[in-house]
C-alpha cells in the first residue's frame, strides 16, 4: 500500500489528508489561509505536509489550489481568492517537505476524485463535473486523463456562455453561467422573488428577519425544503440553466457519466430534479440514442484531498 498526502487550498481554509491507494482518508487536518499572504500561505501548507507525514512513508504530494495552474502543474499562475500570482508553488513545497510535488486545479482535482472513487467510478473513459458554490467550476476527464489544455487552464467550466450581454462575471465577461446557475445565482433570484412576491417568500423572509437583502444560500435550502415556493423557484431557474449547459457538453463531449458536486448539491432533488428535467429536455432529439446520466457527487469536501492525494501517486 502506497501512501500520498493531499492537500485542499481554498479561500478561508487548507485542507489536508494521508490517502492510501484505495482512495481512503486515513488521516487528516486542517488550517486556516491566510490568503492575503503569499508566504504565510505557502508556510501553512508546508507545516500540514510535515505534521502528516511524520511517522510515515509518504511517496508524494499533491496540492490542489483554487486558480489557474500551468501546464507542468508546478505555478499558480493566478488565484482569484488568495494573493497567488506566478507562484511556483511545487518548487517552494518540494524543497521543503523533501518530497516530488504536483499542483492541480481545485476543480480538476475533486472531478479526478470523483471520477476514480466517487460517482463516476463505475465510467472507465469520461467524464464532465460541475461543482456549484458560490460559483461555477468542474473538471473534464476525457480517454481516462484529466483534461488540461494547451496551457493547463481548461475545464473553466463556469465561464461558457449562457446569456448574450447578461450579468457581468467576476472573470469580466458578460452572462457566464456562473452567473446563472451558481449559489450566488441563486441568492439572486430568491431574494428578487422575496422582493416582487413577499407574501409568497413568507417562510424565507421570516428567516431573513423580514430583509430580502438578507437572505443566504443556506436560508434558500431550508425554506424551499419546508416548502417556500418563493425559494423552490429559485432553485428551479438554477437548475434549469445547469441543466443546458449539461446538454451542451453531452453535444459537444458525449460523456460516460455527468456529475455534479459542490456546496449546493447539499439541497438534493431540490436542485438535481430540475436540472435532470432541463437537460433531457434540450436533449429531445437525442432521445433514441444513449445520453450520459446526471449524478450526485459523493465525496464532499473529502473530494480535495482524495483527488490531489490520487494524482501525486501518478507523478
Known amino acids: 500500500m502506497t501512501l500520498t498526502i493531499g492537500v485542499d487550498v ?81 518548487e517552494y513545497v518540494s524543497e521543503a517537505v523533501g518530497l516530488p510535488v504536483i499542483v492541480e486545479n481545485d476543480g480538476n482535482v475533486a472531478a479526478w476524485a470523483e471520477f476514480r472513487y466517487g460517482a463516476a467510478r463505475d465510467a472507465d473513459d469520461s467524464m464532465i463535473m460541475f461543482t456549484i458554490g458560490t460559483g461555477v467550476g468542474g473538471g473534464i476527464v476525457l480517454g481516462g486523463d484529466l483534461m488540461r489544455g494547451a496551457h493547463g ?54 428567516l431573513a ?43 459537444i463531449l458525449d460523456p460516460q457519466t455527468l456529475v455534479v458536486g459542490g456546496g449546493v448539491i447539499d439541497a438534493g432533488d431540490l436542485l438535481l430534479g430540475p436540472t435532470r428535467r432541463s437537460y433531457l429536455d434540450a436533449l429531445a432529439q437525442r432521445g433514441r440514442l444513449p445520453v450520459a446520466e446526471v449524478l450526485p457527487a459523493e465525496l464532499g469536501n473529502s473530494a480535495g484531498v482524495i483527488g490531489a492525494a490520487d494524482l501525486a501517486r501518478r507523478i
Open 153 to 206: 487552464i481548461a475545464a473553466e467550466l463556469g465561464h461558457m456562455l449562457a446569456v448574450p450581454d447578461g450579468h457581468q462575471c467576476g472573470c469580466g465577461r458578460l452572462g457566464c453561467i456562473e452567473q446563472y446557475a451558481s449559489g450566488s445565482a441563486l441568492v439572486r433570484f430568491a431574494r428578487a422573488g422575496a422582493r416582487q412576491e413577499p407574501n409568497r417568500a413568507a417562510a424565507l423572509l421570516k
Open 10 to 90: 481554498g479561500g478561508t481554509k487548507v485542507a489536508g489528508g494521508v490517502v492510501d491507494d484505495t482512495g481512503a482518508v486515513l488521516v487528516q487536518t486542517r488550517r486556516d489561509t491566510p490568503a492575503d499572504d503569499v508566504a504565510k500561505t505557502r508556510d501553512v501548507i508546508i507545516e500540514l505536509v510535515g505534521e502528516l507525514a511524520a511517522g510515515r512513508t509518504i511517496e508524494a504530494v499533491g496540492i490542489g489550489a483554487a486558480g489557474w495552474i500551468d501546464a507542468s502543474r508546478s505555478t499558480v499562475l493566478f488565484a482569484p481568492n488568495l494573493a497567488w500570482r506566478d507562484e511556483p508553488l511545487r
Open 209 to 251: 428577519g423580514g430583509e430580502a437583502e438578507a437572505i443566504t444560500g443556506p436560508m434558500v435550502t431550508a425554506a424551499a425544503q419546508g416548502g417556500d415556493p418563493v425559494s423552490a423557484e429559485a432553485f428551479a431557474q438554477i437548475g434549469r440553466w445547469l441543466g443546458t449547459s449539461l446538454a451542451d457538453m453531452a453535444q
